[in-house]
């Protein structure tokens, strides 16, 4: 990250400040077509990216673009309708600026949803998954360069990255769960490369999210993530050709799964 990364995180925290003093203890991001899930949010304040200080605007379909601050079932809330994606040619401090912001804000752990392929056969197209671990194939590691230690130190380890005891939520139980590779995109994989992903151990295989994780991990968030099974991404010989409508379909069939999942959750007082 650039020298000046907690100048322009203390920018973007002000202009929510200068809106809002809600202090969240939950940041919770929603991936592409996962925006429904922020419906039952009880509003404390709303900032559409633009108007936060330094902040990107998201290009991505099925990404709203705003910062909500509210109840959910009871839980102080700081939730990013829409992400940043390096296929759109964010930098890395863009893609992870959010999660320092949601950190700074008062948010301790941090829950994550994408949408993702299905490397892993068994995973059925439409299935929400707990994400277990993850394979940074982006090629692009955000904490590069000078590490501010304001924000975090400078070797975070990784060894625990989706945090093992939210995971183990009695809520969780019934889901399935797998490792999620991150690549750069915007194209999908060929079938070459999601058998290589498939056999490096990768279950999932999505254009988010890793950095995203990386810093939190960093700012010391516990993590939660969820991907919808969108497409099979097998790279078989049954591959049928990807297309962003079958993506958003499905991953509006999942979305459902993932929030009764945090629902329950929440309910149970194990988030
Ligand atoms: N590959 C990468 N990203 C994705 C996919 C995929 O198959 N499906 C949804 N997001």
């Given at each position: 990250m650039k020298a000046d990364f907690g100048k322009r995180v203390a920018a973007a925290c002000g202009s929510v400040r200068a809106i809002s003093d809600y202090v969240p203890e939950l940041a919770l991001v929603a991936g592409t077509g996962l925006a429904?899930?922020?419906?039952?949010i009880d509003v404390a304040a709303r900032l559409p990216?633009?108007?936060?200080?330094g902040f990107p605007v998201s290009t991505a379909p099925g990404h709203a673009g705003e910062l909500i601050l509210g109840e959910l079932r009871g839980r102080r809330v700081v939730a990013q309708s829409g992400r940043f994606h390096?296929?759109?040619?964010?930098?890395g401090d863009d893609i992870v600026l959010p999660v320092y912001v949601m950190r700074a804000l008062g948010a301790e752990r941090y829950v994550v949803t994408n949408a993702a392929g299905g490397l892993n056969p068994e995973l059925e197209v439409g299935s929400a998954v707990v994400i277990s671990d993850q394979l940074?194939?982006?090629?692009?590691?955000?904490?590069?360069?000078?590490?501010?230690v304001a924000l975090g130190l400078r070797f975070p380890d990784m060894s625990r990255a989706y945090c093992p005891d939210l995971r183990a939520a009695k809520a969780l139980a019934h889901l399935p769960t797998g490792i999620y590779a991150a690549i750069h995109g915007p194209e999908f994989e060929t079938s070459a490369e999601r058998r290589f992903l498939s056999m490096a151990g990768g279950d999932l295989v999505g254009m988010s999210t890793a950095l995203e994780v990386i810093a939190a991990n960093h700012a010391g968030m516990r993590v939660l993530g969820f991907s919808v099974?969108?497409?099979?991404?097998?790279?078989?010989?049954?591959q049928q050709p990807d297309t962003l409508e079958e993506v958003l379909e499905n991953a509006a069939i999942g979305a459902v799964k993932i929030r009764a999942a945090i629902a329950a959750m929440l309910d149970a007082g194990e988030l």
């Open positions: 429904p899930m922020l419906e039952e990216y633009e108007e936060i200080a390096l296929y759109e040619g964010w930098s940074n194939f982006t090629g692009l590691h955000p904490l590069s360069g000078p590490n501010d099974v969108t497409n099979s991404a097998t790279g078989g010989p049954d």
